[in-house]
């Protein structure tokens, strides 16, 4: 799994927008595995992030299955837009990418 190449200058232009994420040949066969794996290459890119449910931080948004990955202090999240119609790993498996939102910022 890899993101696009310009997540570091979407990160330093502080602008909220669409970005995608791409296969390497693996598979996720639910969400939490897919999120997961988004964590760790986060992480090894050098991010200090998390993965969590997305109404346990507050959030009036999503259901009790909604991902989410955050910037440990809070400055940016990826979000996948399209939750309520299918999972994610589900697209990411059929398509070898998937889109998501990338927000800057407490104000999304």
């Not at 959030?59 to 910037?71: K, P, S, T």
Request: glycine share 6%; aromatic share 14%.
């Amino acid at each position: 799994m890899h993101l696009q190449s310009n997540f570091k200058e979407l990160i330093e232009n502080g602008k909220s927008t669409s970005i995608n994420v791409y296969a390497d040949g693996e598979k996720y066969y639910t969400e939490s595995a897919f999120y997961h794996a988004l964590k760790k290459e986060l992480i090894k890119m050098g991010y200090d992030v998390i993965k969590k449910l997305i109404q346990k931080d507050g959030h009036l948004m999503g259901d009790r299955y909604m991902y989410y990955i955050r910037e440990r202090k809070w400055n940016w999240c990826l979000v996948d837009p399209h939750y309520a119609i299918n999972d994610i790993n589900k697209r990411f498996n059929e398509d070898r990418k998937v889109d998501m939102h990338f927000h800057i910022g407490e104000n999304w």
